[in-house]
């Protein structure tokens, strides 16, 4: 199919996926307003409708708490289809959501959008301004360890269940987490899906969360999940910087923000598992490395760090399969084509590494990968995920991020290379 022909059918599913005001990332699967699906949403609306693609991110940001979080799902509307829902999370901000936070990719997206016409985005790009600089406050406060970005359940870092949080998961002893009916895998095959066993956890720290009224300090000292995080630090690392941008387009003082960027690129030193050369998750609580190169250890260069050390990592696991980059090496024994974070390739993280390959001067990296997510597209449709060695879609179809990607990123309209 020609590329222009994907354009239409990617804008199709965006509008097709907005509820009004917000886009869920498939219908049936993810009902709800998703953080970085949304700020991937709207990234992809700015390539046809820039006033919706502000609507996307000021409805998410309508969300954060008083603490400053932005949190990772809102219920704008109950949904019986999925689980669990916001009587099992109990949010206390001001539209029911969940209890934790997600990727914040938001800031960098909304410096794209507004980059787009900064005239006619001033006004908008001034009003979130300060909320996001209070949720990224949030983060330096409540979840950096020794510099690093910790997540606080398998949910906070977009990776569900990626290998890296194995260990802390053991950790856990999901007792008296009751009987709960799980809607997941009656939309999709439950061999694309995470487990039971990690099921009752990620449940059980919800319940844990929630009889915390998720107080962030009792938090802190009570929750036995706590995980420095490759795909939080990096993430929140370029942020940053697009923050610190947008506030000097602004005129305001950024010195706190900078200070930030500094902490954590002292910080992401902490990631750096010397047996693996590589960066790596970091259970906080054991002091233990997960032991993955996973697509997440490929962010250090959107972080904006300039780091060669990766560069052989990246060659090896690309050239270990057909469509790159798949979410955990392949060597490894916890490898799974089909399963979710513990193999299958994904679109959006593609865009990431690919946008810091680029701005770290890899360019002939960066467009390989480009061109190489745009074939898998072109060939097997806007999903979920991807095998990475068949390119055989995989979990929900029609997905907002994929097609978000796709015009923003990947399609030949997007750009030269
Ligand atoms: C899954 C993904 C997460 C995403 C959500 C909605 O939970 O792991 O990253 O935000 O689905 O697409």
């Not at 699906?37 to 502000?54: K, L, N, T």
């Not at 929750?223 to 941008?245: G, S, Y």
Request: proline share 6%; hydrophobic share 40%.
């Amino acid at each position: 199919m020609d590329h222009i022909s994907l354009d239409r059918q990617a804008r199709a599913i965006l509008t097709g996926n907005d509820r009004g005001g917000y886009t869920v990332p498939t219908a049936g699967l993810y009902p709800y307003q998703w953080n970085w699906d949304s700020a991937f949403a709207a990234w992809g609306f700015a390539q046809f409708d820039v006033e919706r693609a502000w609507t996307e991110v000021e409805t998410l940001i309508a969300g954060q708490w008083d603490s400053g979080m932005v949190p990772h799902i809102l219920f704008h509307q109950p949904d019986p289809g999925y689980f669990p829902g916001p009587d099992v999370w109990g949010g206390t901000g001001p539209i029911p959501s969940s209890g934790i936070s997600q990727p914040p990719v938001a800031a960098t997206f909304i410096r794209a959008i507004w980059e787009q016409d900064r005239a006619a985005g001033a006004a908008r790009a001034r009003a979130l301004y300060p909320k996001l600089v209070k949720w990224h406050q949030w983060f330096m406060d409540w979840r950096v360890e020794n510099g690093a970005v910790c997540i606080t359940h398998p949910w906070e870092a977009g990776r569900d269940n990626a290998p890296d949080w194995d260990g802390a998961m053991a950790g856990i002893d999901p007792v008296g987490v009751g009987d709960y009916t799980r809607r997941d895998t009656a939309h999709v095959d439950a061999a694309m899906r995470p487990t039971k066993y990690d099921y009752d956890r990620y449940i059980w720290l919800v319940q844990m969360g929630r009889r915390l009224g998720w107080d962030d300090a009792a938090l802190k000292a009570q929750n036995p999940f706590r995980v420095a995080d490759p795909t939080m630090t990096f993430i929140l690392m370029r942020a940053h910087r697009d923050l610190a941008e947008m506030g000097r387009t602004l005129g305001e003082d950024v010195g706190r923000i900078e200070a930030w960027i500094a902490t954590l690129e002292r910080g992401a030193e902490a990631l750096w598992n010397p047996d693996l050369g590589a960066y790596d998750a970091l259970d906080v609580k054991a002091q233990k490395f997960a032991g993955c190169v996973s697509n997440a250890s490929f962010l250090c260069w959107y972080g904006g760090l300039d780091d060669d050390r990766m560069r052989p990592q990246i060659a090896r696991v690309w050239n270990a399969v057909r469509y790159p980059v798949p979410s955990l090496e392949p060597a490894s024994d916890r490898f799974d084509a089909k399963r979710y974070w513990r193999g299958p390739t994904w679109a959006i993280m593609n865009a990431l590494i690919s946008l810091g390959l680029r701005d770290q001067g890899l360019t002939a990296e960066a467009a390989r990968l480009r061109r190489d997510t745009a074939t898998l597209i072109a060939e097997h449709g806007f999903a979920e995920y991807f095998d990475p060695h068949t390119g055989a879609p995989a979990g929900g179809g029609t997905f907002t991020w994929t097609a978000a990607v796709w015009l923003a990123w990947a399609s030949p309209s997007a750009g030269d290379d």
